[in-house]
């Protein structure tokens, strides 16, 4: 047993020997659900169906009582073809020039070696991303990272763990052990939690259709969670984590500020979008709009990054802007409906009930990891969502979310 599977154990016993047997303690992950078989390559896009225009011939989703793992929740039809075929065929040169250079999804056309990682000096961690016994990091901010549900490079993203300074320390557990922590009970262990998951992740239905099947959460997460919510607890979401429980769970989503879905039209907010969009190895600049709150200490102006950038349904009236991204996508149409404007929002802060919330879409893979700007803004986000200032300020500012 390793050490994070270590650091999972001591957490378990804490929480008792249920705890203990929903853990896995193994390096797997959850391989990404596929994208229908004919859409362009990487890009999450379309069914082979005629070109469809208008929104109200669109198909979205139905509840079902039992779906493929004998759980509740929805079924949504394949992603359907939307903008004109020019954009069509550029998105499918984009994606084959992505993954022909190396950018596609982890594991596909990556280095055999990857380089270390090599941490900001000024946060004053281990040089080589803290490999070795300091790993997982000895500091005084108690830090749960949330994790599976989509692929991602484990020990790179660990690497950059270590370098978000030597006053945090790091524990991962995985969907669904760790559901139990994301309850009262399991927040007096951690003083913030960071999200790198996605939740109720989609399921390729197995008739065929290309349909995929999106399970709900359990009852006792849901509850546990809100009281998490209401107690007061620092949430810091990255990237893929606003795709969690988008179609069943529209609550989890009015936490993040946002809502995500690639693979099926989705309806956030009684507005339905035909698939959301990701755009692998985008060359972004990234503008500081508040430089004024701590999160964006050290920042300057801004920086670029080659990252994977998000065409998706984000709240921009609920959450207090951060960053922007310099991306636009080529036909927004592709990704949303007319009705929805594109947002290039890329991070927030905002409250949740009685908790600090901070999301940023940036932090695909290693690209954005191993930038020095990067690894700032998340210390600093992680720093501003234990810190009692935070905490009292979401507990002046509650945003009501639960019912």
């Known amino acids: 047993m390793d050490r994070i599977s270590n650091r999972f154990l001591s957490t378990a016993l804490v929480l008792g020997t249920v705890a203990v047997a929903a853990f896995g303690f193994s390096e797997l992950t959850f391989a990404q659900p596929a994208a229908p078989a004919a859409a362009p390559a990487g890009r999450g896009a379309a069914a082979?169906?005629?070109?469809?225009?208008?929104?109200?011939?669109?198909?979205?989703?139905?509840?079902?009582?039992?779906?493929?793992?004998?759980?509740?929740?929805?079924?949504?039809?394949?992603?359907?073809?939307?903008?004109?075929?020019?954009?069509?065929?550029?998105?499918?040169?984009?994606?084959?020039?992505?993954?022909?250079?190396?950018?596609?999804?982890?594991?596909?056309g990556a280095a055999a070696t990857p380089a270390p990682m090599v941490c900001n000096p000024a946060l004053n961690a281990v040089a080589g991303g803290g490999r070795g016994p300091t790993q997982g990091g000895r500091g005084k901010i108690r830090v749960l990272v949330v994790v599976k549900g989509h692929p991602y490079e484990r020990g790179l993203f660990d690497d950059f763990l270590d370098c978000l300074g030597a006053d945090i320390t790091w524990t991962r557990a995985d969907h669904p052990g760790a559901d139990l922590l994301m309850s009262p009970a399991g927040g007096k262990l951690f003083d913030a939690y960071l999200f790198y998951d996605l939740g109720g992740a989609g399921q390729v239905m197995p008739d065929g259709s290309g349909d995929r099947f999106y399970p709900d959460p359990s009852p006792q997460l849901k509850k546990d969670y809100e009281a998490l919510l209401k107690q007061g607890k620092g949430m810091v979401f990255i990237h893929h984590a606003s795709a969690a429980w988008p179609h069943v769970w529209?609550?989890?989503?009015?936490?993040?500020?946002?809502?995500?879905?690639?693979?099926?039209?989705?309806?956030?907010?009684?507005?339905?979008?035909?698939?959301?969009?990701?755009?692998?190895?985008?060359?972004?600049?990234?503008?500081?709009?508040?430089?004024?709150?701590?999160?964006?200490?050290?920042?300057?102006?801004?920086?670029?990054?080659?990252?994977?950038?998000?065409?998706?349904?984000?709240?921009?009236?609920?959450?207090?802007?951060?960053?922007?991204?310099?991306?636009?996508?080529?036909?927004?149409?592709?990704?949303?409906?007319?009705?929805?404007?594109?947002?290039?929002?890329?991070?927030?802060?905002?409250?949740?009930?009685?908790?600090?919330?901070?999301?940023?879409?940036?932090?695909?893979?290693?690209?954005?990891?191993?930038?020095?700007?990067?690894?700032?803004?998340?210390?600093?986000?992680?720093?501003?969502?234990?810190?009692?200032?935070?905490?009292?300020?979401?507990?002046?500012?509650?945003?009501?979310?639960?019912?």
């Open 48 to 108: 082979q169906r005629p070109m469809q225009y208008d929104p109200a011939t669109w198909v979205g989703c139905h509840r079902v009582a039992k779906g493929p793992d004998g759980n509740s929740g929805e079924i949504c039809a394949p992603s359907i073809r939307t903008g004109t075929p020019e954009i069509q065929e550029r998105l499918a040169a984009e994606a084959a020039a992505n993954l022909a250079a190396g950018r596609g999804p982890a594991g596909r």
């Open 250 to 403: 529209p609550e989890y989503s009015e936490v993040v500020g946002g809502a995500c879905d690639w693979f099926a039209p989705v309806t956030v907010r009684g507005i339905l979008d035909p698939h959301h969009g990701f755009y692998q190895g985008t060359e972004q600049r990234i503008t500081v709009v508040d430089k004024t709150s701590p999160i964006t200490q050290g920042l300057g102006d801004g920086f670029d990054v080659r990252d994977e950038a998000y065409a998706c349904a984000w709240f921009p009236e609920k959450v207090h802007p951060l960053l922007t991204t310099s991306f636009a996508p080529p036909d927004p149409l592709v990704n949303l409906n007319p009705k929805r404007q594109y947002s290039n929002l890329a991070a927030w802060y905002k409250a949740a009930e009685n908790s600090p919330v901070f999301y940023t879409q940036i932090g695909h893979d290693n690209n954005p990891w191993r930038n020095p700007a990067y690894q700032l803004l998340i210390s600093n986000a992680i720093k501003w969502a234990a810190s009692p200032e935070a905490l009292a300020w979401a507990k002046k500012n509650p945003a009501k979310i639960f019912k």
